[in-house]
């Protein structure tokens, strides 16, 4: 089981093999990688620093107890219809994603993240709707 925070959930869905160093980036290839072979996989929803946070370099501004990133995940679960504390599997997820949510929310769910202008995430989400699961990491 991983223990995800509201952001990560997008996050997962535009990601594409980069990150803020390369033990962040092996760790979220390899969470990113277990989703996508079995989506069956559990998620705890927490609230604030995660599993991905854990790998998150020392060189680099922390962010992940920044008040708009806990504003983003909170916005980011009630849009899902999620909450904190909830156990499920990561293919409830992506049904709660292709329930709740278009492309275009990213622009307003995510819109002081940096990562947004790669247009990743909306591209994430579309796959997602049109029942494609997470993107493979080439």
């Known amino acids: 089981m991983y223990k995800l925070r509201g952001h ?7 990601y594409r093999g980069m990150g803020y ?3 962040y980036v092996e760790n979220m290839t390899r969470i990113h990688q277990t989703l996508r ?14 599993q991905l946070c854990d790998k998150y370099p020392d060189s680099g501004k922390y962010h992940c107890q920044d008040d708009d990133i806990y ?3 909170a916005a980011i679960l009630e849009k899902l219809g ?3 504390g909830q156990v499920l599997r990561w293919n409830d997820i992506e049904t709660h994603i292709q329930k709740h949510v278009v492309p275009n929310d ?4 995510c ?8 247009g990743v995430c909306e591209q994430g989400i579309q796959e997602i709707l049109e029942g494609k699961g997470v993107r493979e990491i080439k």
């Open 21 to 23: 160093s390369q033990e």
């Open 71 to 73: 504003e983003r995940d």
């Open 8 to 14: 990560h959930l997008f996050c997962l869905l535009g």
């Open 82 to 84: 999620l909450r904190v």
């Open 106 to 109: 990213i622009q307003s769910l």
């Open 37 to 50: 072979d079995n989506p069956m996989t559990k998620i705890q929803v927490v609230n604030g620093p995660d």
């Open 111 to 118: 819109e002081t993240c940096s990562w947004r202008s790669y």
